[in-house]
Nanobody, 121 residues
Framework: QVQVVESGGGLVQPGGSLRLSCAASGSILSIYVMVWYRQATGKERELVARITSDNSTKYADSVKGRFTISRGNAKNTVYLQMSSLKPEDTAVYYC???????????????WGQGTQVTVSS
């Protein structure tokens, strides 16, 4: 099995910064892509940023220039550095990993449980 765990959420003032972490562990042969999503109350879940195995990145227009996704030294870890935070960034942030698992050599998608980010004065 594969586990995906997010951390780093919290309360921050507008204009502040926060770094989220996501770690995937378990029966992982390789990771195809890791993606951050967010879901605000009453809204649909939306893609925030993603990074592929060859370090190609993509961002939602709403976070370009403010958020940066990167890989950690640990192979199965990614970070989301969030700067110049706005109240509209308030949401539960979820990490999703598409991985090939060792038991079946097939690709599956796994979700973390989410971490709350609240931007408020």
């Amino acid at each position: 099995q594969v586990q995906v765990v997010e951390s780093g959420g919290g309360l921050v003032q507008p204009g502040g910064s926060l770094r989220l972490s996501c770690a995937a562990s378990g029966s992982i042969l390789s990771i195809y892509v890791m993606v951050w999503y967010r879901q605000a109350t009453g809204k649909e879940r939306e893609l925030v940023a993603r990074i592929t195995s060859d370090n190609s990145t993509k961002y939602a227009d709403s976070v370009k220039g403010r958020f940066t996704i990167s890989r950690g030294n640990a192979k199965n870890t990614v970070y989301l550095q969030m700067s110049s935070l706005k109240p509209e960034d308030t949401a539960v942030y979820y990490c999703n990993a598409e991985v090939v698992i060792t038991t079946t050599l097939k690709r599956y998608s796994y979700w973390g449980q989410g971490t709350q980010v609240t931007v408020s004065s």
